[in-house]
Structures are given as structure tokens and as C-alpha cells.
T-cell receptor
Framework: GAVVSQHPSRVICKSGTSVKIECRSL??????MFWYRQFPKQSLMLMAT?????????EQGVEKDKFLINHASLTLSTLTVTSAHPEDSSFYIC??????????????FGPGTRLLVL | AQSVTQPDIHITVSEGASLELRCNYS??????LFWYVQSPGQGLQLLLK??????LVQGIKGFEAEFKRSQSSFNLRKPSVHWSDAAEYFC???????????FGTGTRLLVSP
């Protein structure tokens, strides 16, 4: 149980184009989903937190107009990198917090999406 | 502000030997503590977590971790390492009732034959 998927697993795009990454909780409802960015050989940096049906909360320094997050349902969140540039190339990982009657306090991570912008 | 320190960037252990990965945190109260493992090109898998209670926590794949409040530490241990344990290990901290996780910089484990 508690499986999170991401699609696509890797994507190559041209500079200036937009890329959408999907994050799905397959067997549970996610109260909250998180988007992280990981640079090579570095730790995960939280980009934003999204709750179903409301606007995402972005971390300081993250451009909300560049990284559009939509959390349309309790099982799906999307991250759209708009007008991508080579410096946006990275490994993007989502996680989901399980919705329960009581607090869940555990995040389940997706397998990540490797983005390469040429 | 919360922070997590993993002082060892990489560690090499012989297969069958014991393992201890260090994690120190900075937080005003007792946070929620986690250990995750990441295989190359993959997402993170939860190994174990500590919220409260018994300070020795058992996780998956034979891993355990001990919370030591006096040392602000949450070190990960395994008595006998297998070659498949080679991966990146991340310690993370989150406040109780919690939303954001703060990750350490990770420790890369190499397993020698």
C-alpha cells in the first residue's frame, strides 16, 4: 500500500517549452502533496506544498509563476514547469501525505521525474 | 530553524559488516524523525520513523534507529550489510503535526565485497 507514481519518469524538452509532471497516489487519498527538487548529489529541497482544492504554498525563492502546481483531486497533483530553461534541469520528486481520520504524519514518495532542458 | 546534519558524505562498508549512519538535528522540541533510502535514479523509500515512545525504532530491511534526546541524534544502524543496501540514505526531521520535512544532505553507502 501507499504507492505514489509519477509520470513521466524522464523528459527532454527544448528551452522555452512547458513540461507537465503528474503525481498520483494510487491506493490512498492524499490530503497534501509536496514537490521537491533534487540537484545531482544533493539533498531534496522542498519547492511547494499543495492541498486539494486550494492554492499551493511555495517555499521562499521558488517562482510560483514558473512552477505551476495544481492539486485537482485527492489523488492527483501536477507540476508544470513553464518556459523551461536549462537551469531548470533537475530531478523532481513528489510526495503525498495520506488522508486519515487522525493525522498521518508520513510522506510517501514518488519515483521522481528527470527533466532535461536543452 | 530546523536543520539536519549528516556528517558523513559517503561510507564504505564490507558486506556482512555492521553499519551506523549518523544524523544530528536541530529543533526546539522533539521533532518527528525519519530515515529514507534512495536508490540511483529513484524516489525515496521510508525505512523507519520516530514520533514518540520507545527510542529504539525498528524499520524495514533489518534497519533500526535510536533516538537520543541528549545528543539530538537519530543514528541508523544495521547489524549486517548486504550488497543491495548500497544507496543514498537521508535523515529528515519534521515538526509534530507536521507538514514540511527538512532533509539532511545524505550519506552514500558503498558496500565492498
Amino acid at each position: 500500500g501507499a504507492v505514489v507514481s509519477q509520470h513521466p519518469s524522464r523528459v527532454i524538452c527544448k528551452s522555452g517549452t512547458s513540461v507537465k509532471i503528474e503525481c498520483r497516489s494510487l491506493d490512498f487519498q492524499a490530503t497534501t502533496m509536496f514537490w521537491y527538487r533534487q540537484f545531482p548529489k544533493q539533498s531534496l529541497m522542498l519547492m511547494a506544498t499543495s492541498n486539494e482544492g486550494s492554492k499551493a504554498t511555495y517555499e521562499q525563492g521558488v517562482e510560483k509563476d514558473k512552477f505551476l502546481i495544481n492539486h485537482a483531486s485527492l489523488t492527483l497533483s501536477t507540476l508544470t514547469v513553464t518556459s523551461a530553461h536549462p537551469e531548470d534541469s533537475s530531478f523532481y520528486i513528489c510526495s503525498a501525505e495520506m488522508k486519515r481520520v487522525s493525522r498521518s504524519e508520513t510522506q510517501y514518495f514518488g519515483p521522481g521525474t528527470r527533466l532535461l532542458v536543452l | 530553524a530546523q536543520s539536519v546534519t549528516q556528517p558523513d558524505i559517503h561510507i564504505t562498508v564490507s558486506e556482512g559488516a555492521s553499519l551506523e549512519l549518523r544524523c544530528n538535528y536541530s529543533y526546539g522540541a522533539t521533532p518527528y524523525l525519519f530515515w529514507y533510502v534512495q536508490s540511483p535514479g529513484q524516489g525515496l523509500q521510508l525505512l523507519l520513523k520516530y514520533f514518540s515512545g520507545d527510542t529504539l525504532v525498528q524499520g524495514i530491511k533489518g534497519f533500526e534507529a535510536e533516538f537520543k534526546r541528549s545528543q539530538s541524534s537519530f543514528n541508523l544502524r544495521k547489524p549486517s550489510v548486504h550488497w543491495s543496501d548500497a544507496a543514498e540514505y537521508f535523515c529528515a526531521v519534521g515538526p509534530p503535526g507536521f507538514q514540511k520535512l527538512v532533509f539532511g544532505t545524505g550519506t552514500r553507502l558503498l558496500v565492498s565485497p
